[in-house]
C-alpha cells in the first residue's frame, strides 16, 4: 500500500476528458489491488463500466445522491472506508464526483468545507481521492475546487494546483461573513449561570411543535441543543440567550435555533469540523461539537470581540413538495 496521501480535482468539458481521467485512475487501482470505489449518478455509472470492461467488476459503485448527503457525515465514511482500507494493508481509491445541484448557497459552501477539511481528515490512511468538476458548472464552483485539491489532473498527469489553499484558512474564509441577525419576531430565551435543562427542553420543544418538524428532528434538536448550551454555560460569558425561528431564505425551510454568549472561542478548537478516528483517537474537535454537527442540518459558528453565536439548521418538510 502506498502511504502518499493524494486528493486531485479533474476538471472536464465533456465525455471524453472525464473518461480520460477518470478510467485510469479507476483501472490503476483495480490492478494494485486497491479498495475502488467510485461515487457518481447512474449516467455516469454506465459509462465508465462500459469503458472499464471487466475491471469494472472490482470498482464498488455509490449513488452519489445519497453518499453526498451531509457533509459531515460523508466525511466520516471517507475517514472509515479509508482507515479500515489500511488495516487490510490496502489503499482506498475514491473516486468522488461531488452533487452541486439544486445546493442552495449555505449548502454550497458546507460541501465546499467538507472537500477542504478532507485534505485533513484522511490525510495519514494513504488514500488517492479523484473529484471531477465539470467545467459546465458555475464558476465560483470550479474556482473553489482548484482552491481546495492540492493537485489538478490533465489526462493521465497529475500537476501541482497553484491555487490550493491551506484548510484551516479555507474554512475561515466560509466564516468570514457575520451571520444573518435573527428575525425581530424570533423567540428568544435569556440563561442564568444554572438553568434547569428539563425546562430548557421543554421551552425548545414547546417552540418546535409550533413547526413541523418530524418527532426523530425533534429529539436531534434537543440533544445538539442542550450540548450547545452546555458549552456555551462552561466556556463562554454571559448573557447567554436562545433564540429560535423557522427561517425559509436561506437553504429552504428550516428551524433555525442560536445559542449566543459574550465570550470568544480561542483560535486551534477546530468547532468540531473533523470526524474522530474510528479507533477513538482525537482529532481536533473540542465541546461535543462533531456530534452536534451530524445531528443537524446545518451548523454555522462566529466568534470574535463581539462574543461567540452557534446557529443550528435542521431541515423542515417543504410544504411545496408534499405529495
Not at 483495480?30 to 472490482?58: F, I, N, Q, Y
Request: aromatic letters at 6%.
Amino acid at each position: 500500500m502506498s502511504d502518499s496521501f493524494t486528493h486531485r480535482v479533474l476538471p472536464f468539458d465533456g465525455v471524453d476528458e472525464f473518461l480520460g481521467g477518470t478510467v485510469p485512475f479507476l483501472r490503476n487501482g483495480v490492478d494494485a489491488g486497491d479498495r475502488v470505489l467510485a461515487v457518481c449518478g447512474s449516467g455516469r455509472e454506465m459509462l465508465l463500466r462500459d469503458a472499464l470492461g471487466p475491471a469494472a467488476d472490482a470498482v464498488r459503485f455509490t449513488d452519489a445522491a445519497t453518499w453526498y448527503g451531509h457533509p459531515s457525515r460523508t466525511l466520516a465514511d471517507c475517514l472509515g472506508d479509508a482507515d479500515e482500507s489500511a488495516r487490510q494493508g490496502r489503499r482506498l481509491r475514491l473516486l468522488g464526483e461531488p452533487s452541486w445541484a439544486s445546493r442552495s448557497p449555505l449548502e454550497v459552501v458546507e460541501w465546499q468545507r467538507a472537500e477542504a477539511l478532507l485534505n485533513v481528515a484522511i490525510r495519514g490512511t494513504g488514500a488517492s481521492v479523484l473529484c471531477p468538476y465539470a467545467t459546465s458548472l458555475p464558476a465560483a464552483i470550479v474556482a473553489a475546487g482548484r482552491k481546495t485539491h492540492p493537485e489538478t489532473v490533465r489526462g493521465t498527469r497529475a500537476l501541482p494546483n497553484p491555487g490550493f489553499v491551506d484548510p484551516w484558512t479555507f474554512c475561515a474564509r466560509c466564516d468570514a461573513e457575520p451571520l444573518p441577525p435573527p428575525p425581530s419576531g424570533a423567540d428568544a430565551l435569556e440563561l442564568d449561570d444554572r438553568p434547569d435543562l428539563f425546562w430548557l427542553r421543554a421551552w425548545v420543544t414547546d417552540c418546535a411543535r409550533q413547526t413541523p418538524l418530524p418527532e426523530e428532528g425533534l429529539q436531534r434538536l434537543l440533544v445538539a441543543v442542550t450540548e450547545v448550551v452546555t458549552n456555551a454555560l462552561r466556556h463562554g460569558a454571559p448573557p447567554i440567550v436562545l433564540r429560535m425561528w423557522t427561517d425559509a431564505e436561506t437553504a429552504g425551510p428550516a428551524l433555525a435555533c442560536e445559542v449566543t454568549d459574550a465570550g470568544r472561542w480561542p483560535p486551534g478548537t477546530g468547532y468540531g469540523l473533523l470526524p474522530p478516528h474510528p479507533a477513538g483517537a482525537s482529532s481536533g474537535g473540542r465541546f461535543g461539537l462533531w456530534a452536534v454537527r451530524l445531528l443537524c442540518s446545518t451548523v454555522q459558528i462566529r466568534t470574535g470581540g463581539k462574543g461567540t453565536a452557534v446557529r443550528l439548521r435542521l431541515t423542515l418538510p417543504d410544504p411545496d413538495r408534499a405529495g
